[in-house]
């Protein structure tokens, strides 16, 4: 099971990403997908989560700007991100929770890749 993040890159102040991660490997369920982020000097964080049914959950910085996603039959998550500010830089990972796989095989999570997201002033 891998998952590959795309849509990266160096924004102004106030424009919007949008990033997509799509995970792949014969998979039949996930759980929970969600986005994470790290930026220089600190501790890697929540930004955003999904459940499969829908559900939803942001930190504090993202409400009101960000907007999470899913697409259960492409195993894809989406972040919507807008507004977005100098203090919104970093890397971005997206984790899948409790994954498994048409031969049943379970993961507790797996990791993707970070994409860089970096925003001027």
């Known amino acids: 099971v891998q998952l590959q993040a795309f849509g990266g890159g160096l924004v102004q102040a106030g424009a919007s990403l949008r990033l997509s991660c799509a995970a792949s490997g014969s998979i039949s369920n996930i759980d929970v997908m969600g986005w994470y982020r790290q930026a220089s000097g600190k501790e890697r964080e929540l930004v955003a989560r999904?459940?499969?049914?829908?559900?939803?959950n942001y930190a504090d910085s993202a409400k009101g700007r960000f907007t999470i996603s899913r697409d259960n039959a492409k195993n894809t998550v989406y972040l919507q991100m807008n507004s977005l500010k100098p203090e919104d830089t970093a890397f971005y990972y997206c984790?899948?929770?409790?994954?498994?796989?048409?031969?049943?095989?379970?993961?507790?999570?797996?990791w993707g890749q970070g994409t860089l997201v970096t925003v001027s002033s």
């Open positions: 999904i459940t499969r049914a829908g559900r939803t």
């Open positions: 984790k899948a929770d409790r994954v498994t796989t048409t031969l049943n095989y379970r993961y507790i999570e797996v």
